[in-house]
């Protein structure tokens, strides 16, 4: 299994363009989630699917971002306009079906897009 | 507000001693605790959890013990390695709910 798939690795670009971030989920896998990373605030949660349908977005910062996720196989986060506060590193992690309600909450990420806006 | 809690950035142990590693939270809903591990350039992994039923899982070299009257968790590394050397988050989870709290890391360093 190539794990989460996640491009581009490393993204510079200037305020005010628009950035899109791309996901491949674990094939199988009914959730995905979109994480940022900052010093300050560790992981956040920005949002995430269930079986392609957005079920909490409550942690996208603005309406500058927004996710879809058109199929089972592929998701987007877009920042437009870009500004230097987005900087940091963004995750896409998916996780599949709880079997049961104890079944491990585990999450498997992807290794990460680095974003500097200038 | 963080809800979760990593309260040392980072931590020095010398190789083959204990590593202690630790997190607070303050939401008393949290019944599911993980621990993951993450390397420069890579994503973080799965690396142990607990349920609130339980005071302790142990895995190996890794153990998590949860005291829910303080709310506080913390993983213990006997013997500690050189390949520990990580950033450790811990993350907490409510009722099943599907979204995870992440604390902000702690850098472990092991010194040869």
Request: a neutral charge; glycine letters at 6%.
């Amino acid at each position: 299994d190539a794990g989460v798939i996640q491009s581009p690795r490393h993204e510079v670009t200037e305020m005010g363009q628009e950035v899109t971030l791309r996901c491949k989920p674990i094939s199988g896998h009914d959730y995905l989630f979109w994480y940022r990373q900052t010093m300050m605030r560790g992981l956040e949660l920005l949002i995430y699917f269930n079986n392609n349908v957005p079920i909490d977005d409550s942690g996208m910062p603005e309406d500058r971002f927004s996710a879809k996720m058109p199929n089972a196989s592929f998701s987007t986060l877009k920042i437009q306009p870009s500004e230097p506060r987005d900087s940091a590193v963004y995750f896409c992690a998916s996780r599949p079906r709880r079997r049961s309600s104890r079944d491990t909450d585990t999450q498997y990420f992807g290794p990460g897009t680095r974003l500097t806006v200038l | 507000d963080q809800q979760v809690k990593q309260n040392s950035p980072s931590l020095s142990v010398q190789e083959g001693r204990i590593s202690i590693l630790n997190c607070d939270y303050t939401n008393s809903m949290f019944d599911y605790f993980l621990w993951y591990k993450k390397y420069p350039a890579e994503g973080p992994t799965f690396l142990i959890s607990i349920s609130s039923i339980k005071d302790k899982n142990e895995d190996g070299r890794f153990t998590v013990f949860l005291n829910k009257s303080a709310k506080h968790l913390s993983l213990h590394i006997v013997p500690s390695q050189p390949g520990d050397s990580a950033v450790y988050f811990c993350a907490a989870s409510a009722g099943g709910n599907e979204k995870l709290t992440f604390g902000t890391g702690t850098r472990l360093t092991i010194i040869p």
